[in-house]
């Protein structure tokens, strides 16, 4: 290579390279004293940045700690609850959003036939409760929708993405 | 490594005193990167614990892939920034002028170093010389250097692009050579 000296981007990108160092640059070190002492230089300063520490460690810095882990316990149990909470608003969402496109009440009475054949959903009670269920999908359909939405959001951020962006803001 | 396993199953299995033990051998490293990264002394302790509280509480997140000291060296790294943040202190966002030469954004005060690294002098001095860096500078080299983190990791980690990151590495670094040459000058004088 270049007979000129490496510059210290050159120097600090060979070190930084690990086993997979730069043949050529290698080749100039090992002939141009110069850089040599630069590289050893930087090498000293990277065995320092990463030595091991013993700092001057304030006392009681486990009982601290240890004495806050019931409290966070209870928070995360809390937590916990709220998802538990929300994902069910999620689905009584989703319920409602399909409930108002579509006739979900014959669905389900079909499904419970074929699953117990002995209740005979097709007269009676199921129909009054049917409709019941479905004057209050109508009647709340706002905020169910509200409320499956907000859970959407936190359940997407704390279980999908883990980073709490939107829920850390508040919990 | 496999004790590190071991020590990680009996924390999520409720053992306190493996938490413990967890505490006493990282706390170190902990309370290093808290100072280096210019926590005020009368915050550091709550600092210290937010830490320990946020390993606890993701410990079941921890990929068992890399080190336990790596992954508690991000914690506290970026523990003290968000801290920094919030303080509206010398943050990551507030980029002094680039082209500004680094040993002028340093102040000359000569800092005591709150603490002796296992080698020597020079280490001291090169510690002392990290801690009076912006913010930008010594998050980098931390996590380089003690949580090594690759380029990528640090830029994903402090929402720079990869350059800006390999940038502020090298001119840290750069920095830091020419204070220990400077010393070993004057030692062979």
């Known amino acids: 290579m270049k007979s000129e000296h490496l510059t210290d981007k050159q120097i600090q990108e060979y070190l930084d390279a690990g086993k997979h160092k730069d043949q050529i640059i290698q080749k100039h070190i090992s002939i141009c004293e110069e850089c040599r002492r630069l590289v050893e230089i930087y090498s000293a300063l990277y065995r320092d940045l990463a030595a091991p520490v013993s700092a001057a460690i304030p006392i009681g810095i486990a009982d601290s700690v240890l004495v806050r882990i019931p409290a966070y316990e209870r928070r995360a149990k809390k937590t916990e609850y709220m998802n538990i909470l929300l994902f069910i608003g999620l689905g009584v969402l989703l319920l409602g959003v399909t409930q108002y496109f579509t006739d979900l009440l014959p669905v389900g009475r079909d499904m419970l036939n074929s699953l117990v054949p002995s209740l005979d959903l097709q007269n009676g009670i199921s129909v009054e409760s049917g409709m019941a269920a479905e004057e209050f999908l109508s009647k709340y359909r706002l905020w169910i929708m509200t409320f499956g939405v907000l859970g959407g959001v936190y359940l997407f951020d704390r279980v999908i993405l883990k980073k709490r962006i939107f829920t850390g803001m508040f919990v | ?189």
């Open chain 2, 1 to 189: 490594m496999p004790d590190e396993i071991q020590l990680i199953k009996s924390v999520l299995s409720g053992d306190r005193n493996a938490f413990r033990q967890v505490i006493e051998q990282y706390q170190a490293l902990v309370v290093h990167i808290v100072i280096k990264m210019g926590i005020s002394p009368v915050e550091r302790d709550d600092i210290y614990q937010d830490v320990f509280l946020k390993v606890y509480q993701n410990l079941d997140s921890f990929n068992k892939k890399s080190k336990l000291s790596t992954w508690i060296a991000r914690i506290a790294i970026n523990t003290s920034i968000n801290y920094l943040k919030q303080k509206k202190a010398d943050s990551l966002d507030a980029v002094k002028d680039d082209s500004e030469p680094l040993s002028e954004s340093i102040a000359s005060n000569d800092l005591t170093p709150d603490f002796q690294t296992e080698n020597s002098q020079t280490s001291a001095i090169i510690w002392g010389e990290v801690e009076k860096m912006p913010v930008k500078y010594k998050t980098v080299i931390l996590m380089y250097h003690l949580a090594e983190m690759s380029y990528e990791e640090i830029a994903d980690a402090v929402r720079l692009p990869q350059g800006t990151v390999k940038s502020y590495l090298f001119r840290g670094r750069k920095y830091l050579k020419d204070k220990l040459e400077t010393v070993y000058n004057r030692a062979d004088l």
